[in-house]
């Protein structure tokens, strides 16, 4: 099991992580207040602005203080393909 640290010391699992996003649109918004009113939603960033969220396949949502773009290609690949 590989682990991401997605800032200030906690960790997530790679395996388990459907996706990482910008908390900028308006949908991703509405997920993360939906999350929030069901009790899935983990928050992360220590009181710090909210730069990235992490979709993980057990729907829960967690908020991160780190940019997408820390987290880059998780394969190792740092090649993009067209």
Do not use: C, W
Request: charged share 25%; no cysteine; aromatic share 4%.
């Amino acid at each position: 099991m590989k682990l991401i640290n997605i800032g200030f010391g906690n960790m997530v699992s790679q395996d388990r992580l459907v996706a990482i996003v910008s908390p900028d649109s308006a949908p991703i918004k509405r997920m993360v207040q939906e999350t929030r009113e069901r009790g899935m939603l983990i928050d992360a960033t220590y009181g710090r602005k909210t730069a990235s969220i992490f979709i993980m396949d057990s729907d829960h949502v967690i908020l991160s203080a780190l940019p997408p773009e820390k987290f880059g290609p998780l394969d190792g690949n740092t090649e993009e393909k067209a």
